[in-house]
């Protein structure tokens, strides 16, 4: 973290139900890395194993009940209090993968939150989105439907943004704004977080663009990959799929619809 920078608190989900999570949770550079962070709350399924529980709670984390995917990032933003230094929402197994990966642009990522707000209003939320790069990582059955769920947002924002890599930024007043409005029970929190604030205010919803929210999947599926014959047979047989698809395809919908519903709202009264 910078210099005279109050850390945030990092806002987690996870749904790890094979415990693939712990080899990389028993990384001393994992938990060094959690230990910047003014507070780690997790939203954790009921299906996860226990293990990946029970170590994130030896490195101090908070663990709260999770569910769907807005489910659960509404109850860990919530435990995380409202005393903190910003609220990064990041899937944990994204989260992982960068912090492995990419550690110095993980721990960069606050200085170039407080930078934006250095040269014009400071945001209440920011996008945390893929490079053009780390985008292309993802397979067929990911960038085609978030490329039309990102140009539905970019289009009503008037600037380029990716709001689906599982990851956002929250001010104090963002955090309040989503936790006082946000309904959707699904990812598609993705857009409507975007959305609550972009109908407040657009000029306070911003993006940065990050090579670490490359595609993290494989990271936790090495003996699959390799019974399949490679990440290229194991990625067709388990992504290229007309059930995969459906399911992309009906998120990106959902996001989009929330979207609209948000923005065709007039905002409650903030308190």
């Known amino acids: 973290m910078s210099v005279g920078q109050p850390p945030p608190a990092l806002v987690a989900t ?32 009921v299906a996860t194993d226990p293990r990946p529980v029970a170590r994130l709670e030896e ?19 919530a435990a995380a209090g409202a005393q903190n230094g910003g609220w990064f929402n990041c899937d944990l197994d994204r ?30 939320g920011v996008c945390l989105g893929r490079t053009a790069r ?15 769920t990102n140009r539905a947002l970019s289009r009503a924002a008037g600037k380029p943004l990716d709001a689906v890599a599982g990851a956002v930024w929250l001010s104090p007043e963002g955090r309040e704004i989503v936790l006082a409005e946000s309904i959707e029970p699904t990812a598609a929190t993705d857009l409507e977080w975007a959305a609550l604030i972009l109908r407040r205010d657009p000029a306070r919803l911003r993006g940065l663009r990050c090579e670490g929210l490359e595609w993290e999947t494989p990271d936790f599926h090495a003996a699959e990959i390799a019974a399949a014959g490679g990440l290229a047979a194991w990625t067709a047989r388990t992504f290229d799929t007309p059930a995969m698809w459906a399911a992309r395809l009906r998120l990106a919908a959902d996001s989009a619809a929330a979207l609209d519903r948000v923005l065709q709202e007039r905002p409650p009264p903030r308190p």
């Open 14 to 45: 996870l749904h790890d139900p094979a415990g693939a999570a712990l080899p990389f949770l028993a990384r001393d550079d994992v938990a060094r890395t959690l230990r910047t962070y003014s507070l780690v709350t997790v939203a954790a399924t």
């Open 59 to 77: 490195l101090g984390a908070r663990l709260v009940p999770g569910g769907l995917t807005g489910d659960g990032r509404r109850a860990a933003l």
């Open 95 to 124: 989260w992982l993968h960068w912090a492995i990966a990419w550690p110095e642009e993980l721990a960069a990522l606050p200085a170039r939150v407080a930078r934006l707000g250095a040269r014009e209003r400071r945001p209440w």
């Open 134 to 148: 780390a985008f292309r990582t993802h397979p067929p059955v990911q960038r085609l439907p978030e490329a039309a």
